[in-house]
């Protein structure tokens, strides 16, 4: 079946303990992506991967990291997470650029992360 | 940067009923996506409408596109209880690197 997941789905933390939510499609996607979601500002993209080893900054990018090392998986790391990144986490995946006529964006599951 | 808006922010009907909602954009486009999100969960992708089209069928879903309007409509027919969710509309960036989303309509259905 074709999919993103997520991992973990839910997670609780203190404030300035490293974590990795990881990413991962089964689809050969050259294209994924980071966003939160946060109430009353919707989605908002934190990064995103064009192909391996191609990243870039989205509209939140401060406080977290991500790599591409491999095609299939996209990590999002916050080295010292706070309290202003609880939020709703998703990524997501899709075959080109977004800006192709007919491409639609696969979306994970989502973590819930909560920093205390 | 916010590019589509969806129009009402809430709905609330009964079963067996129609749902429009609405969504107007800012910039030109080469698609139009709609997700529908269930409480705290996952986006699950409904329809993309490209800018050539005007109207597009899924099921009980309709979606039109004006693009000299700048907006989009998406009409459930026959609603569901099981079709209270949020529903978003999505539209990619001028990059082509990121979906630029709206604040979402939240649909209830009462049976």
């Known amino acids: 079946e074709a999919q993103v997941t997520q991992n973990p789905r839910y997670l609780i933390t203190v404030t300035g303990k490293k974590l990795t939510v990881t990413c991962s499609q089964n689809m050969n996607h050259e294209y994924m992506s980071w966003y939160r979601q946060d109430p009353g500002l919707g989605l908002r993209q934190i990064y995103y991967?064009?192909?391996?080893?191609?990243?870039d900054k989205g509209d939140v990018p401060e406080g977290y990291k991500v790599s591409r090392k491999e095609k299939r998986n996209f990590p999002l790391i916050l080295e010292s997470p706070s309290p202003n990144q609880t939020s709703l986490y998703f990524c997501a995946s899709s075959s080109l650029g977004l800006a192709d006529t007919y491409n639609e964006q696969f979306f994970g599951p989502g973590t819930r992360l909560t920093v205390l | 940067s916010q590019q589509g808006e969806e129009d009402p922010q809430a709905l609330s009907i009964q079963e067996g009923e129609n749902a429009t909602m609405n969504c107007s954009y800012k910039t030109s486009i080469n698609n139009l996506q709609w997700y529908r999100q269930n409480s705290g969960r996952g986006l699950v992708h409904l329809i993309l409408?490209?800018?050539?089209?005007r109207e597009k069928h899924s099921g009980r879903l309709r979606v039109t596109l004006d693009t000299s309007k700048k907006s989009s409509s998406l009409l459930i027919t026959a609603s569901r209880a099981a079709d209270t969710a949020s529903y978003f509309c999505a539209t990619p960036n001028q990059a082509g690197t990121a979906l630029i989303f709206g604040k979402g309509t939240t649909l209830s259905v009462s049976s």
């Open positions: 991967s064009m192909n391996v080893e191609v990243t």
């Open positions: 409408i490209r800018s050539n089209e």
